[in-house]
């Protein structure tokens, strides 16, 4: 990629997100759906999904007045579309194939059906990564499958007003569990009134406190690490402005990335590391397995996260658990904000992001994030928030249940936690969808 290119797109994500922008963008799709809905609901509903995750940014400024109530007329407006079961799109609108390598990572059972006197006491699957959700939900026969089983849908990217989730309400007689660390997806959830259930966990409520861990003979060879992918939506771009606004050449970085095909800014990221003469300053480590990042986690004083919008970032709650404090942007759409507390680490405004890095560098000590992650946002402690919710609703439906689930950590593959013993005897999800596929 080249690097105005790579330029570009930062340009374009920040004016994406100022409101003089994302008001009148949002504003001008919800009066196209209005256009299409007599004659195509299910256009006119995704626009307006499109409409509710462009209106979303605006969870990153100061909320001014109306803008909340912006957002519930378009989250009733969705809702209204779903009384119509038309409006949703057949469920092979996503195209992308489950097949036995994805289906290895697109999930994972954590109780099995239990089979008694003629009736069932549901099982309990968990499906993680948007894509992969969708897949799966066009790969089984999904009225056979809830017979069965109940779903918890971890999704991998914020903005909870897609098809893809919002097709599981075509099965209405069904609680569905959504994961939702981010506070406005679980308020767009709670709005539309249907039978998906938010639950505020997400990815970084199930890191494996065995893999990241404090390893105290580890000195402290770097001021700040930064994990991130080589694409504009990490921001990279910012913490060049940042450092070279701080004129410190003794300030070092790990920069820790993962290399996919889809990211293709790595070139002209490294490119501006270089025109900035700041290449002493940074370390770039790529593709480390996790025992690694932890090792690089534990030679930081603090982990930092740029930026404005992900998925529910695990990094930075890897962090907590190698003893690392974070430093996030406040306003942050994805991660779950409210765990950036005083043992953990802070909230930073743009102005005074320079002046964090520097307290972080003279007072890391001050942090304590390992305990507070142990007893608030460790597996076990989620394991048993998600199965009192799946208990509640068993019952709640006049169904049995005498069996809880077993837990499961991102290492950052999913896994049974403790361990592989946790889950045996339990199907794989190519089990389930050889079972349930769509072909039988």
């Not at 767009?188 to 970084?204: Q, S």
């Not at 001021?223 to 913490?239: E, S």
């Not at 992900?310 to 690392?324: H, K, L, P, S, T």
Request: charged share 25%; with cysteine.
């Amino acid at each position: 990629m080249s690097g105005m290119k790579y330029r570009l797109q930062c340009l374009g994500l920040d004016i994406s997100f100022h409101p003089w922008f994302h008001r009148p963008a949002a504003a001008a799709i919800t009066l196209l759906a209005a256009l299409f809905r007599p004659f195509d609901p299910s256009r006119a509903l995704w626009l307006l999904t499109v409409a509710h995750r462009i209106a979303a940014r605006g969870w990153t400024t100061p909320r001014q007045p109306g803008e909340a109530e912006r957002m519930r007329r378009l989250t009733a407006a969705i809702a209204a579309s779903l009384e119509t079961p038309e409006s949703l799109p057949p469920v092979t609108f996503n195209r992308t194939p489950l097949d036995w390598q994805s289906a290895e990572t697109a999930g994972i059972v954590l109780k099995a059906p239990i089979r008694k006197d003629g009736s069932v006491e549901k099982g309990v699957i968990l499906l993680k990564y948007s894509h992969r959700i969708a897949a799966f939900e066009r790969a089984v026969n999904m009225g056979a499958l809830l017979e069965h089983y109940r779903i918890v849908l971890e999704p991998s990217w914020t903005g909870y007003s897609h098809l893809a989730y919002l097709s599981f309400t075509r099965y209405r007689k069904h609680g569905i569990v959504m994961l939702a660390p981010f506070q406005g997806d679980r308020e767009f959830i709670d709005g539309i009134r249907r039978n998906l259930i938010a639950v505020d966990l997400g990815p970084g409520d199930w890191v494996d406190p065995s893999v990241f861990r404090p390893l105290p003979s580890e000195p402290k060879r770097y001021d700040a690490v930064f994990i991130a992918r080589w694409n504009h939506v990490k921001r990279h771009d910012l913490l060049l402005r940042v450092l070279r606004h701080m004129g410190d050449s003794s300030f070092r970085v790990a920069l820790l990335a993962l290399n996919t095909r889809l990211d293709r800014g790595r070139d002209a990221i490294l490119r501006s590391i270089e025109a900035r003469g700041m290449a002493g300053q940074f370390e770039i480590l790529e593709d480390l397995p996790a025992a690694e990042v932890n090792r690089v986690l534990n030679q930081a004083k603090v982990n930092v996260l740029l930026s404005r919008q992900e998925g529910g970032n695990r990094a930075i709650f890897e962090g907590f658990f190698a003893g690392v404090p974070g430093l996030v942007m406040r306003g942050h759409i994805g991660v779950r904000t409210e765990h950036i507390v005083p043992q953990t680490g802070r909230l930073f405004e743009l102005p005074s992001l320079a002046s964090e890095l520097l307290h972080f560098r003279d007072h890391w000590e001050e942090f304590a994030p390992r305990p507070w992650a142990l007893a608030q946002i460790a597996p076990e402690v989620s394991a048993a928030k998600l199965n009192g919710v799946l208990r509640e609703l068993a019952l709640c439906e006049g169904e049995p249940w005498t069996t809880d689930i077993v837990a499961k950590a991102n290492r950052p593959g999913v896994g049974y936690y403790p361990g592989a013993e946790d889950g045996m005897g339990l199907p794989t999800i190519e089990q389930i969808v050889r079972e349930y596929g769509r072909a039988q």
